[in-house]
């Protein structure tokens, strides 16, 4: 398996464009999570998805920030309008089933607001 | 809020000492806690975990202490090695309830050569 697959790596764009970051989890997943990194709130939940459901988006910052899971394969979070504060690594995590089981994370979008 | 705080932002150790990592947290549904390792530049990767009916789990050199009257788990790396140096957070889960993975703000270990 290739593991949870997150693209573009890296983003710059400038204030005010609309930014769409992509998370494919691992096959056979059923939870989806988007996290963001920052230094001083570490790794923050932004929004959690059960079977393409979303669950808690208790953590998405304001407005400017939505997320979609249209299939089990794929999931998307977008920033509209982007600011520069949004800059920091986002992070997509997908875990197998509820209960005793850890989350794989991919390798994280870096995303730069100029 | 954080409901899971890691409260030294960095460590350093000598090579072959013992490496402890704490961890702190509020909400008592926890049941579930895991240690993640992250190096630069790539997501963070499953270290060791533990259910709340234990206090402790081994695997290899990470140990895990969990303290449920205490609200305290820790990480113990024995013996260190350069290669641990990493940025290791702390999560913790409900896995009842909402299940949902509550990270720490993480701790920058590095093992001195």
């Known amino acids: 398996d290739a593991g949870v697959i997150q693209s573009p790596r890296h983003e710059v764009t400038e204030m005010g464009q609309e930014v769409t970051l992509r998370c494919k989890p691992i096959?056979?997943?059923?939870?989806l999570f988007w996290y963001r990194q920052t230094m001083m709130r570490g790794l923050e939940l932004l929004i959690y998805f059960n079977n393409n459901v979303p669950i808690d988006d208790s953590g998405m910052p304001e407005d400017r920030f939505s997320a979609k899971m249209p299939n089990a394969s794929f999931s998307t979070l977008k920033i509209q309008p982007s600011e520069p504060r949004d800059s920091a690594v986002y992070f997509c995590?997908?875990?197998?089933?509820?209960?005793?089981?850890?989350?794989?994370f991919g390798q994280g979008t870096r995303l730069t607001v100029v | 809020d954080q409901q899971v705080k890691q409260n030294s932002p960095s460590l350093s150790v000598q090579e072959g000492r013992i490496s402890i990592l704490n961890c702190d947290y509020t909400?008592?549904?926890?049941?579930?806690f895991l240690w993640y390792k992250k190096y630069p530049a790539e997501g963070p990767t499953f270290l060791i975990s533990?259910?709340?009916?234990?206090d402790k789990n081994e695997d290899g050199r990470f140990t895990v202490f969990l303290n449920k009257s205490a609200k305290h788990l820790s990480l113990h790396i024995v013996p260190s090695q350069p290669g641990d140096s990493a940025v290791y957070f702390c999560a913790a889960s409900e896995t009842s309830g909402t299940y949902k993975y509550i990270f720490g703000t993480g701790t920058r270990l590095k093992v001195l050569a």
């Open positions: 533990i259910s709340s009916i234990k």
């Open positions: 909400n008592s549904m926890f049941d579930y």
């Open positions: 995590a997908s875990s197998g089933r509820t209960g005793f089981t850890e989350a794989f």
């Open positions: 096959s056979g997943h059923n939870s």
